[in-house]
């Protein structure tokens, strides 16, 4: 899957980056605020608050990779799959979930292990496109 891919390949070069000390600790906290917002609003089960909190979290991996051309990539993708994102975080089940994913890919590129990083973010696509399909 093309979205797997690139995320995985957008938190793989962010972990590299962090690897090299190329990461500011302010991005980091940056990704760490990211997954409470995502958090919060699953917990307040608002769908699109959920949904605007993930795509924020989504984009700032993105941005962490430090390559334009992935990004607009990126870009590309989630415009097409928002309404696909609401929907999948309405479901309670799905949406329980994704916090300890998220922390898992933020964890991974704070330690600055590309190849964890990367695996944690591929796992978690994947199983949104399952959540969106069930």
Do not use: C, Y
């Not at 190329?22 to 307040?44: G, H, M, T």
């Not at 984009?59 to 607009?72: K, M, Q, S, T, Y």
């Not at 929907?87 to 089940?93: I, V, Y």
């Amino acid at each position: 899957m093309l979205r797997a891919d690139l995320e995985a390949l957008a938190a793989e070069l962010a972990a590299e980056r962090q690897a090299r000390g190329q990461l500011a600790p302010a991005r980091i906290d940056e990704l760490d605020r990211a997954v409470e917002k995502v958090e919060a609003a699953v917990e307040a089960r608002d769908p699109r608050a959920s949904a605007q909190a993930n795509l924020a979290l989504h984009r700032a991996i993105g941005a962490a990779a430090g390559n334009p051309f992935l990004e607009d990539a990126l870009h590309r993708v989630w415009d097409r799959i928002a309404v696909t994102t609401v929907a999948n975080l309405d479901d309670p089940h799905w949406a329980a979930t994704i916090g300890d994913q998220h922390r898992a890919i933020v964890a991974e590129i704070r330690a600055g292990n590309p190849q964890a990083a990367r695996q944690a973010a591929k796992s978690h696509i994947e199983a949104a496109r399952r959540a969106s399909m069930s």
